[in-house]
């Protein structure tokens, strides 16, 4: 399998610090965290590829620094070091990847302590480990991972943790209720605030060829409904620069009120130099979405 991953963030027009983060590693046998966009497909390594998205909460109470915490503790955690135990069974990378959760809510309180001012910060933050065929995906709070495939369309792989998505696991409102209800701004878990559970959510998901995994906050999926997402995916499929710089557009046409993450993961065949083009009838299913 080769991969290509690419991230971008904004603040977005309504606010004035940015609070979202990223963090990408393309080939964690050879760690380097500096990269904003890969150029090209490579072969996936031994160690796979990480991808991670935060999104900081506290406002004046610094949700900047949590967020920022929470990816830098991602870069420290995943080390060549630790990795070939961690990669050692399926069971060892869910381990593995719940300690994350745990060094990195701690590097907040951390912080907290030493800076007594900044109680109250906290972050979501998602993950996506595409390790061999599998992409093992974590989760904290409502920044979420979708996967697209030109075959089968937009499918969301986590499931908020929201007041809304409990209010829709009870049957009281619908999806597209939550999508404009007045408290959907409201989470139930995340890392580094003690008012929120920092109790994170692990799947496992195959990864096929021609897979592009959508890492977000809510910046983008809670203003862009997935309709849209799963259009702009369409439209420019194959080209995930192109595809991030417009989904970003959307989310700041939207109204752009909330700081905005995208980061996306495309997967390829060995024998692929890109992704392979939309076929006929793909293109023209697209024109009736």
């Not at 997935?226 to 710089?245: M, P, R």
């Amino acid at each position: 399998m080769k991969i290509r991953i690419s991230a971008i963030t904004d603040k977005g027009k309504e606010r004035e610090i940015n609070q979202d983060a990223f963090t990408l590693c393309p080939d964690l046998s050879k760690p380097d965290w500096t990269i904003g966009c890969m150029e090209k497909y490579m072969p996936l390594g031994n160690y796979g590829t990480l991808v991670v998205v935060a999104d900081g909460m506290g406002g004046a109470n610094a949700g900047e620094v949590a967020s920022a915490l929470a990816v830098e503790t991602a870069a420290k955690y995943f080390n060549v070091e630790e990795l070939p135990k961690a990669i050692s069974s399926k069971d060892k990378v869910k381990e593995f990847m719940m300690g994350y959760f745990k060094a990195a809510d701690t590097a907040i309180e951390n912080q907290v302590w030493d800076c007594p001012h900044q109680a109250g910060m906290g972050t979501t933050i998602v993950l996506c480990w595409i390790l061999g065929t599998t992409a093992h995906i974590a989760w904290c709070g409502d920044s979420r991972c979708y996967v697209f495939n030109p075959k089968t369309g937009l499918t969301p792989l986590t499931k908020d943790h929201s007041y809304v998505q409990e209010l829709i696991d009870k049957g009281e409102i619908t999806e597209e209720e939550a999508f404009t209800h007045p408290d959907n701004n409201i989470i139930t878990r995340g890392l580094g605030d003690i008012d929120f559970c920092a109790e994170p959510d692990y799947l496992e998901y195959e990864v096929k060829t021609s897979d592009t995994f959508l890492l977000c906050s809510d910046g983008l999926c809670g203003y862009c409904p997935n309709s849209l997402i799963e259009k702009t995916l369409y439209e420019n499929y194959g080209d995930i620069v192109a595809c991030q710089e417009i989904l970003l557009q959307h989310a700041l046409d939207a109204g752009g009120y909330d700081n905005i993450c995208i980061a996306i993961a495309s997967a390829i065949a060995d024998n692929e130099d890109c992704p392979r083009p939309l076929s006929f009838w793909q293109k023209f299913m697209l024109r009736f979405r």
